[in-house]
């Protein structure tokens, strides 16, 4: 079975801390993301990576960053964070699809980070 | 852009019932794939069922169908003899064939309540 692990279920933070959320999967997968979720919003994309230390942005990168240094850890950091990006976080991974197939993505549980 | 919608914020059926989650999306590409993902309460997000664009025949997987119009871009998940373990939020998903980075793009969600 795939498994996508994130460090913590829940996270309490200051303004202005730099936090650290850390995503690991065990599927040697190639593609990880990073998305937000938010009541009403749905899943909203905030980075993904193809590679060791490839990234793109996505829909909502402004005040986050990421990290891929190994193929099974991505991380996802808030430099300094606020209250508007109390959420939560979930984790995915996938395998590169080639034309014709496609993969589904398996998410890890999620972190829910308040910024007080 | 592509863009999922998903109207219905909420719905209830009553358990051993059927019921249909409705999901539209916008896209002008021919090559694409869909999904419906759930969350139970617990968070981890698993995938239900997927769709292939090319593919004519609706997908199913057990008391789970969709009901695919690729015309009117619309994808609709019937869930059969409804159980209380199906109580979640369900999210319509579309994913860009052809490429290798499998980015999803989220319909709001829509949560099930069953009733027993």
């Known amino acids: 079975d795939v498994k996508v692990t994130q460090s913590s279920r829940y996270l309490v933070k200051r303004t202005g801390e730099k936090v650290f959320l850390e995503c690991v999967q065990d599927m040697d997968h190639e593609n990880m993301f990073w998305y937000r979720q938010d009541p009403g919003l749905g899943l909203r994309l905030i980075y993904f990576s193809y590679d060791v230390k490839m990234k793109e942005k996505g829909d909502i990168p402004e005040g986050y960053s990421v990290s891929r240094e190994k193929k099974e850890r991505f991380s996802l950091i808030l430099e300094s964070a606020s209250t508007n990006q109390t959420s939560m976080y979930l984790c995915?991974?996938?395998?590169?699809?080639?034309?014709?197939?496609?993969?589904?993505?398996?998410f890890g549980p999620g972190t829910r980070l308040t910024v007080t | 852009a592509q863009t999922v919608t998903q109207s219905q914020p909420e719905m209830s059926v009553q358990e051993a019932e059927t019921v249909t989650l409705s999901c539209t999306y916008d896209t002008s590409e021919s090559d694409y794939y869909l999904f419906w993902y759930k969350q139970p309460p617990s968070r981890q997000m698993i995938l239900v069922i997927r769709q292939e664009a090319y593919k004519q025949q609706n997908a199913t997987e057990n008391r789970f169908s969709v009901n695919f119009q690729k015309a009117a871009k619309s994808f609709s998940l019937k869930i059969s003899d409804s159980q209380l373990g199906d109580a979640a939020m369900y999210f319509c998903a579309y994913q860009e064939g052809g490429g290798a980075n499998s980015k999803l793009t989220f319909g709001k969600g829509i949560t099930l309540s069953v009733r027993p």
């Open positions: 995915a991974s996938s395998p590169i699809p080639t034309s014709g197939t496609s993969y589904e993505q398996y």
